[in-house]
């Protein structure tokens, strides 16, 4: 009994320090690290003890290797499971809607004016629409919106309004960290740009560091409804969502607000149709 207590014990403590590492840098906050490593570390105990009852020859140094790599195990595969969930979602059924296209939270809210950003965004000031979207369909003025998608955050995207798809672009770039200055426009992305007849909503799927892939499901052309899915971008990175200035218009998220793709409303305006 003493060495089932010992390998709990210390599957609990191993898996509690690494998932609030984890938790730490990825924004997810303390409470996540602690139910992830209490998780992570029962069901790591559990295997590892089964294993040395089948296996009554095992010394401590190869029951701590077996513990050890029981603790990756289950963490990664309890992170997998979590990234490639793709749960149903049912937008708010009102008009005059703007909807979350993607799960996370909101980093920041800028305002842009005659196609441009004009306070500082990460040490860098005057960036362009044209710039981020890579695309001169959406200027004038308006909002743009940055949503941080965290690795246990579900990564599908959604459509933020209903409407028809005019422009469809994945533009090839570099991986670097969603905190440098230039990530905004060197970045690998996809863009999509949405027209409602009355007016253009974009949203773009930036990569990170440690992003290499982004897929889109929809192409130019096709018709799509608010909260349907439009594409995915694989473990974290950065979903930006622009809005240009529309009559009625009131942003209704704020900066640090967790998000839902196809739920969450972002935004108002007035609804003539």
């Known amino acids: 009994m003493e060495i089932i ?25 303390i409470k996540v690290g602690i139910g992830g490593g209490l998780v992570v570390g029962t069901v790591s105990g559990f295997i590892t003890t089964s294993i040395y009852f089948l296996i009554h020859e095992l010394n401590f140094f190869i029951i701590a290797i077996i513990e050890m790599f029981t603790i990756i195990f289950v963490g990664v595969f309890g992170v997998m499971l979590l990234f490639y969930r793709d749960p149903e979602r049912m937008p708010p059924d009102e008009g005059g809607i703007i909807v979350s296209p993607a799960d996370g939270f909101i980093r920041y809210i800028r305002k842009f004016e005659r196609g441009t950003i004009p306070e500082a965004i990460k040490g860098k000031s005057n960036i362009s629409i044209k710039e981020i979207a890579k695309t001169d369909l959406i200027d004038g003025s308006g909002y743009i919106i940055g949503i941080t998608m965290r690795i246990l955050d579900v990564h599908v995207n959604r459509a933020p309004i209903s409407g028809k798809v005019i422009f469809q672009r994945y533009i090839r770039g570099k991986f670097m ?51 349907q899915r439009i594409g995915m971008i694989k473990y974290g990175s950065q979903t930006d969502l622009i809005i240009p200035h529309i009559e009625g218009l009131k942003i209704l998220c704020k900066e640090g607000e967790n998000v839902y793709g196809g739920i969450s409303i972002i935004a108002r305006y007035e609804d003539f149709t």
């Not at 207590?5 to 997810?28: D, E, H, P, Q, Y």
């Not at 440098?180 to 027209?195: G, P």
């Open 5 to 29: 207590l010992i390998i709990f014990i210390t599957s609990i403590l191993i898996a509690m320090i690494i998932s609030n590492f984890v938790a730490i840098k990825g924004f997810l906050g």
């Open 177 to 227: 960290s969603l905190k440098s200055a230039e990530s905004d426009v060197l970045n690998e992305r996809n863009t999509i740009i949405i027209d409602t007849g009355d007016f253009r909503v974009g949203v773009v799927q930036i990569a990170s560091r440690t992003v290499r892939r982004i897929e889109s499901y929809v192409k130019i052309g096709d018709n799509v409804r608010i909260g």
